[in-house]
């Protein structure tokens, strides 16, 4: 059963506070690590802002998270199984893109997979974090066409194109044709 924007936004700020809570920083302590504004994570923990992948993104980092370690449980995991229904699902407010998490969650490996369906003409950018350093991940297409834009070199993926990179660098997700583009993000958080 997909969550409503209003469900998520509650989720996100809960999610956002308690983990804030649990590392033991204030506002500003967070907004100094994130580059995130304290305004701005007040009003994401209060409900009344939807955080962009980007920020959410940011603030995770800065929480020694990443996304999929944002959106899973504290709770072990109960099954190694992850059932389709039962994938968290949350709605990028600037671009509209819908993001899975795939993995079980819980389960102590390294790797997360999130499948990702990324609108027409929709652009993501991810500022250089040197705490992603230790990160890896892989895109790997399914459907549609994606640029995967690194510094200068931009890498054009069809379906089945699988494209490995480190998470440190500054890159941007973006969709250059009039069709959604489908695809996996095989994340590994530590090499």
């Not at 506002?27 to 995130?36: K, M, Y």
């Not at 997979?113 to 230790?134: G, L, N, Q, T």
């Not at 990179?165 to 993000?185: E, I, T």
Request: net charge negative; glycine share 6%.
């Amino acid at each position: 059963m997909e969550e409503t924007i209003d469900d998520i936004d509650t989720a996100i700020s809960e999610r956002l506070r308690s983990l804030r809570a649990k590392a033991g920083l204030t506002l500003d302590e967070l907004a100094q690590r994130s580059g995130v504004s304290r305004a701005m994570i007040s009003r994401i923990e209060r409900g009344e802002a939807s955080p962009t992948a980007a920020l959410l993104a940011r603030l995770s980092e800065a929480l020694g998270l990443t996304l999929s370690a944002f959106f899973a449980d504290d709770e072990p995991a109960t099954s190694p199984l992850s059932r389709y229904d039962d994938q968290k699902l949350w709605r990028d407010p600037h671009t509209g893109y819908l993001r899975r998490s795939v993995s079980p969650q819980g389960t102590p490996g390294r790797v997360d997979i999130v499948e990702v369906d990324f609108p027409a003409h929709a652009r993501v950018s991810f500022p250089p974090r040197e705490e992603s350093r230790v990160m890896t991940q892989h895109v790997w297409l399914f459907e549609g066409v994606l640029e995967m834009i690194i510094g200068e070199t931009v890498h054009t993926l069809n379906p089945g194109d699988c494209l490995y990179m480190d998470l440190g660098d500054a890159f941007d997700f973006h969709n250059p044709s009039d069709k959604p583009a489908r695809y996996a993000v095989i994340l590994d958080r530590g090499r």
